[in-house]
Every structure is written in structure tokens, then in C-alpha cells.
């Protein structure tokens, strides 16, 4: 049974920086691609960054050139910086694999982007 915790949102004003950690544990981490996900609220989860096993990368439109998803294979952990938050980043944000393919979603990490 894959477990997947993610931690480190919070309130932070616009234009600050927040970076997330999702651990894994319960699979072969270093053979997925891994990815980020977020829901607003009123809104569907979407994609928002993936990194396969090799270390390519891969944004949406929305956080490209501000997000940046990175991964340690030896800690089991893929990591998301975001910086120059928008308010519109605000949103619960989690990880899974790359399409999503552990059938456990975590608690997720509620991200706010708010003066």
C-alpha cells in the first residue's frame, strides 16, 4: 500500500515562495515518474509539474518558469518549489505518480496566496 505525505504549505503573500515535500513510501519510488497536483477551490485537480524517474521535467502553462518540481530517490521524496506565488496558486496541492496511478491520494497541503 503506497503512503504518500505531503507537508510545507502555509499562508504566504503574493509574490513569496513555499516549498512542498511528499514522501512516499510502499513502492519502488526511483522507478516512477512522479508529479504535483492541485484543486482550488470550485475546481477540478489538475497537473501542474512531473518529473519521470530520469529526472525530466515538465510544467503547465499556469507555473512554468515559477515552479520547480525536483525528486531524492534516496529519501523517497519528491519536492515542489514554487516562488512568486499568485493568488490564484492558492489551492490544496498534492503528488502522486505520473499519470496518477496510486489509487491513495494523500491529505494534500493547503497552499494560500493572500495579502
Known amino acids: 500500500q503506497v503512503q504518500l505525505v505531503e507537508s510545507g504549505g502555509g499562508l504566504v503573500q503574493p509574490g513569496g515562495s513555499l516549498r512542498l515535500s511528499c514522501a512516499v513510501s510502499?513502492?519502488?519510488?526511483?522507478?516512477?515518474?512522479m508529479g504535483w497536483y492541485r484543486q482550488g477551490p470550485g475546481k477540478q485537480r489538475e497537473s501542474i509539474a512531473s518529473?519521470?524517474?530520469?529526472?525530466?521535467?515538465n510544467y503547465a502553462d499556469p507555473v512554468k518558469g515559477r515552479f520547480t518540481i525536483s525528486r531524492d530517490n534516496a529519501k523517497n521524496t519528491v519536492y515542489l518549489q514554487m516562488n512568486s506565488l499568485k493568488p490564484e496558486d492558492t489551492a490544496v496541492y498534492y503528488c502522486?505518480?505520473?499519470?496518477?496511478?496510486?489509487?491513495?491520494w494523500g491529505q494534500g497541503t493547503q497552499v494560500t496566496v493572500s495579502s
Open positions: 502522486n505518480s505520473a499519470p496518477p496511478r496510486f489509487g491513495s
Open positions: 510502499g513502492s519502488r519510488f526511483s522507478i516512477y515518474d
Open positions: 518529473i519521470s524517474s530520469g529526472g525530466y521535467t
